[in-house]
């Protein structure tokens, strides 16, 4: 099979769907199919980063990576903050069986929706969440799901959704053959921990550590963390918070707020750190907490899971699928996200009871397992008529 995938950004860029991308078309690669990426140089969308040095055209773990220039745009963040050209010439090229687009909202998947209608090949979307916007942002997305968005997801040959929640989305915006294959991660990676004593170090940690882990903005909630750990060091003073993300624009005002709680020396934000580095963060952790308004699936609650630490989770997106009952739900609010981590500093048997359940039930994620469901839902539908409305 011929599968091309087209995602606005890809490694070296760094973040969860990058990731995603790489590693289901690294196993779709082993498993013995001619794999493409299309993306551009643009390497971090807030605030805009490009790469103009990166190669045009690359080969990446036997992926054939096709690169393109990124153009801005006026729109200053979204699926519409950059542009490429040059689609229709590359897959012309290609001559897929199976193209498929990565993020509801996004320029490239439009315009695919658009090409589609003349081509041969399937068109699959994984949504990566559907984030609703902030303030005069919420009514642009409202009036771009009425006048494209809908219209591109009915042109889906198929949707794949990373949760139940984000499958009822779909549907709602009229997707014909819907699926739900969650996120994946690389479980040889966290198999065998090294010792957090050199992130301890480093850091000068040496209570009790609460980790979060994910971009620097405001989608990820940072601030109703930070409010929660300025009420549990009360409790417990040994405590120091680590968040682990590059700044997307979100860092002075977080700075700003662990000032104004008088938590300077306990509140450490650590930027980014390599991807090969990041076991040794898990490992220095006692818990981990997700506090985001908005998800997919996110690669960071994966990586905690893997490595058994007790996670606090706010239930959006498919949070509450993939943890399950081996975690602590809690709405996007800092009192719940308070008494969440008072109950767990409070009871160790429920720390080592999540801690098992999470590193049973993680095998579920295993990139081998993602990569094959996402072929089957391929086969499903070039075994359809291209106008069959069908779906499970």
Same mark, same amino acid.
């Given at each position: 099979?011929?599968?091309?995938?087209?995602?606005?950004?890809?490694?070296?860029?760094?973040?969860?769907?990058?990731?995603?991308?790489?590693?289901?078309?690294?196993?779709?690669?082993?498993?013995?199919?001619?794999?493409?990426?299309?993306?551009?140089?643009?390497?971090?969308?807030?605030?805009?980063?490009?790469?103009?040095?990166?190669?045009?055209?690359?080969?990446?773990?036997?992926?054939?990576?096709?690169?393109?220039?990124?153009?801005?745009?006026?729109?200053?963040?979204?699926? &519409?903050?950059?542009?490429?050209?040059?689609?229709?010439?590359?897959?012309?090229?290609?001559?897929?069986?199976?193209?498929?687009?990565?993020?509801?909202? &996004?320029?490239?998947?439009? @315009?695919?929706?658009?090409?589609?209608?003349?081509?041969?090949?399937?068109?699959?979307?994984?949504?990566?969440?559907?984030?609703?916007?902030? $303030?005069?942002?919420?009514?642009?997305?409202?009036? &771009?799901?009425?006048?494209?968005?809908?219209?591109?997801?009915?042109?889906?040959?198929?949707?794949? =959704?990373?949760?139940?929640?984000?499958?009822?989305?779909?549907?709602?915006?009229?997707?014909?053959?819907?699926?739900?294959?969650?996120?994946?991660?690389?479980?040889?990676?966290?198999?065998?921990?090294?010792?957090?004593?050199?992130?301890?170090?480093?850091?000068?940690?040496?209570?009790?550590? #609460?980790?979060?882990?994910?971009?620097?903005? %405001?989608?990820?909630?940072?601030?109703?963390?930070? $409010?929660?750990?300025?009420?549990?060091?009360?409790?417990?003073?040994?405590?120091?918070?680590? /968040?682990?993300?590059?700044?997307?624009?979100?860092?002075?005002?977080? %700075?700003?707020?662990?000032?104004?709680?008088?938590?300077?020396?306990?509140?450490?934000?650590?930027?980014?750190?390599?991807?090969?580095?990041?076991?040794?963060?898990?490992? =220095?952790?006692? #818990?981990?907490?997700?506090?985001?308004?908005?998800?997919?699936?996110?690669?960071?609650?994966?990586?905690?899971?893997?490595?058994?630490?007790?996670? #606090?989770?706010?239930?959006?997106? $498919?949070?509450?699928?993939?943890?399950?009952?081996? $975690? /602590?739900?809690?709405?996007?609010?800092?009192?719940?996200?308070?008494? =969440?981590?008072? @109950?767990?500093?409070?009871?160790?048997?429920?720390?080592?009871?999540?801690?098992?359940?999470? @590193?049973?039930?993680?095998?579920?994620?295993?990139?081998?397992?993602?990569?094959?469901?996402?072929?089957?839902?391929?086969?499903?539908?070039?075994?359809?008529? @291209?106008?069959?409305?069908?779906?499970?």
């Amino acid at each position: 099979m011929k599968i091309v995938h087209v995602a606005i950004r890809f490694p070296p860029a760094k973040g969860g769907g990058e990731q995603h991308v790489y590693n289901l078309a690294k196993q779709q690669v082993k498993m013995g199919h001619e794999v493409h990426v299309i993306t551009t140089d643009l390497t971090k969308e807030i605030p805009r980063e490009f790469d103009r040095n990166l190669p045009s055209k690359d080969v990446l773990s036997g992926i054939k990576v096709m690169r393109m220039k990124a153009y801005p745009t006026f729109f200053p963040v979204w699926g &519409y903050g950059s542009i490429f050209f040059g689609l229709r010439r590359a897959l012309d090229g290609i001559k897929p069986d199976i193209v498929h687009t990565h993020s509801y909202g &996004y320029f490239h998947s439009d @315009k695919l929706a658009r090409l589609k209608k003349k081509s041969k090949w399937k068109l699959v979307m994984t949504s990566h969440g559907f984030t609703p916007g902030r $303030g005069v942002f919420r009514r642009v997305k409202n009036l &771009y799901t009425k006048l494209i968005g809908k219209r591109t997801v009915k042109k889906l040959d198929g949707a794949i =959704a990373l949760s139940e929640k984000d499958r009822k989305v779909f549907k709602e915006l009229g997707a014909r053959n819907t699926f739900v294959i969650p996120n994946g991660l690389n479980l040889a990676m966290f198999e065998n921990l090294p010792s957090g004593d050199v992130f301890r170090e480093t850091y000068g940690i040496k209570g009790r550590m #609460i980790l979060s882990v994910g971009r620097l903005e %405001k989608i990820k909630g940072y601030n109703l963390l930070i $409010g929660a750990f300025s009420n549990i060091i009360k409790d417990f003073p040994d405590t120091i918070l680590a /968040i682990v993300g590059e700044d997307w624009g979100e860092l002075a005002s977080l %700075k700003k707020l662990v000032e104004e709680l008088n938590l300077d020396g306990k509140v450490i934000f650590t930027g980014n750190i390599p991807y090969e580095k990041i076991p040794e963060v898990y490992a =220095a952790a006692d #818990i981990f907490v997700l506090s985001s308004l908005s998800e997919g699936l996110p690669t960071a609650l994966l990586e905690a899971m893997a490595c058994g630490i007790p996670i #606090i989770g706010t239930d959006v997106g $498919g949070v509450s699928e993939s943890l399950g009952n081996c $975690g /602590i739900l809690v709405k996007p609010d800092s009192a719940e996200i308070l008494e =969440a981590l008072k @109950k767990l500093f409070k009871d160790e048997d429920l720390r080592r009871r999540l801690s098992k359940c999470e @590193k049973e039930r993680i095998h579920r994620f295993d990139w081998r397992i993602i990569a094959k469901e996402a072929l089957e839902v391929y086969e499903e539908l070039l075994a359809k008529p @291209k106008k069959e409305n069908m779906g499970r």
